[in-house]
Structure formats: C-alpha cells, structure tokens
C-alpha cells in the first residue's frame, strides 16, 4: 500500500533514492501527515535549516516587475518588512509546511526538503482562512 502512494512516486521522480523517500516518509508518519494529500514543494542545498527556510521561501516569493529603474529592489524591500520566522510558523500551521533535514552532506552543507499536506500540527482548522483584518468591524 506505502509504495502505491503518489507522494513516493514524485519523490523518485526529482531523483531521491529510497533512503532518502524512506527517511521522508518516516518524518511525515511521525507527524501524522495524511500522505495521499500532501505534496512535495521543492529542495534546497543550505549550511542549516534557517537558511534553507529563508532562501527558499524568498526563492518562491521572487517578484520580478520589469522596470527601467535599476534601483527598484523589491526583494530588499520584502526581507525588510516580512518576520520569516512568523511567516514560516504560519505556513506550519495553516498550509502543513515541513522543511526535512536530509542525512549526509555535500561541501559541508546539507539538503533540504519541503512538503506540504494536512498533518496533526496543521488541525482541522488549517483551511480555514483568517484575514488579518478579522477585529476590524466595517459595518
């Protein structure tokens, strides 16, 4: 049944061997992820875990605006006003994001995985969508 699951299969797919989908697959049962709807996001090559969060997260929120003003830096303007710290825990909470320590190393860095699926850290209300604006009163 373990290895009919699509999540194992994309995982061999973007080249993991079966240590690395066992080692996978074993984190995401410790957490009680619901493994036929969670999905693999990406990996990244970091020196340790904040930086690997950091550098992917900001990867995947690159605005690129085409503008004759070299000076417009909207990465620079995004790293000044984001807490990635909080905007990571909320992912966790909300989305069931997981970033994986992967085991050996390469150059003195260590791959990193993402997934993202319905967990027991996520709970039934991770769906639900709050607005930041939930106490402001328009009526």
Not at 27 to 53: F, V
Request: aromatic letters at 12%; a negative charge.
């Amino acid at each position: 049944m373990k290895k009919d699951l699509s999540i194992l299969k994309t995982l061999k797919m973007h080249g993991f061997s079966n240590l690395d989908i066992d080692q996978i697959a074993n984190y995401l049962e410790t957490l009680d992820y619901d493994l036929k709807k969670t999905e693999y996001i990406g990996q990244i090559i970091s020196k340790n875990e904040r930086l690997a969060k950091y550098f992917f997260l900001r990867e995947k929120l690159k605005i690129e605006i085409n503008s004759s003003d070299n000076t417009f830096h909207i990465n620079e303007i995004l790293d000044q006003c984001i807490d990635w710290s909080e905007f990571w825990r909320l992912l966790v909470i909300k989305k069931g994001f997981c970033c994986i320590r992967l085991t050996g190393e390469l150059h003195g860095k260590v791959r990193f995985i993402f997934m993202s699926g319905p967990n027991i850290l996520s709970g039934p209300s991770a769906g639900i969508s709050d607005s930041i604006y939930e106490d402001e009163n328009y009526l």
